[in-house]
């Protein structure tokens, strides 16, 4: 069965530098959402999209942007990269939205900021 | 506000054996849902298995159980028959509505699982 995507699997990056990460969800899925998970930390929320438009927001800097795009897609831009950026950035879809609608993981996107 | 609190760090069990999870949740919602995913060391996060707050039954896939006591607040996950392939972390996670289709889960501090041969 198809999961869900994410590009690229490993990133390094430099300080003050941009990066872009993307999430391709299971087909069908209209809901996307994105995690951060620091070293040894659970995953926090940063933002989620519901049909296209943004329907949540956690806590998420500034320097941080995303969208979901026509075909449900989603990336999410991050500038002025931190060191405290490093992080497992996990990409989730579910097929709609409710308590029954489990969310899928993508394989997440290790950043790495020097 | 919604918490979840898993206060094992770490749990040894011999291959074989049963072992369980505890999860205590805190929540003024009267509708909500409970997650259980296993991360490997590899990082991904794979789904196991889900608990409706009006479910009457305990959720059941395969080797995972879950002894869902409303009451108490907590969703503890069983793992029956454990495989060296179940060492990894467990995370115990809560979908958090915020209505308007806005939601996300809520995870807890994570435990982790060692099988020992």
């Known amino acids: 069965a198809a999961g869900v995507i994410q590009s690229p699997r490993h990133l390094i990056k430099e300080k003050r530098e941009t990066a872009t990460l993307k999430c391709y969800p299971i087909?069908?899925?209209?809901?996307v959402y994105w995690y951060q998970q620091g070293p040894g930390q659970d995953p926090q929320f940063l933002i989620s999209?519901?049909?296209?438009?943004?329907?949540d927001k956690g806590s998420i800097p500034d320097r941080f942007s995303a969208q979901q795009f026509s075909d449900y897609h989603s990336e999410l831009n991050m500038s002025s990269l931190e060191l405290g950026d490093s992080a497992l950035y996990f990409c989730?879809?579910?097929?709609?939205?409710?308590?029954?609608?489990?969310?899928?993981f993508g394989p997440g996107t290790r950043l790495t900021v020097t | 506000a919604q918490k979840i609190t898993q206060t094992q760090p770490g749990m040894f069990v011999q291959e074989k054996e049963a072992v369980t999870l505890d999860c205590t949740y805190d929540?003024?919602?009267?509708?909500?849902?409970l997650f259980w995913y296993k991360q490997p060391s590899s990082g991904e996060m794979i789904f196991l298995i889900y608990?409706?707050?009006?479910?009457?039954q305990n959720a059941t896939e395969g080797r995972y159980s879950l002894n869902f006591q409303k009451a108490r607040k907590s969703t503890n996950l069983v793992i029956s028959a454990s495989q060296l392939g179940d060492s990894a972390m467990y995370f115990c996670a809560m979908r958090v509505s915020f209505g308007g289709g806005s939601e996300k889960l809520v995870f807890g501090k994570g435990t982790k699982l060692t099988v020992n041969p």
């Open positions: 989730a879809s579910s097929l709609g939205v409710g308590f029954s609608y489990e969310q899928y």
């Open positions: 999209f519901y049909e296209k438009m943004q329907s």
């Open positions: 608990q409706g707050s009006y479910d009457e």
């Open positions: 929540t003024s919602d009267q509708s909500y849902g």
């Open positions: 087909p069908r899925h209209d809901t």
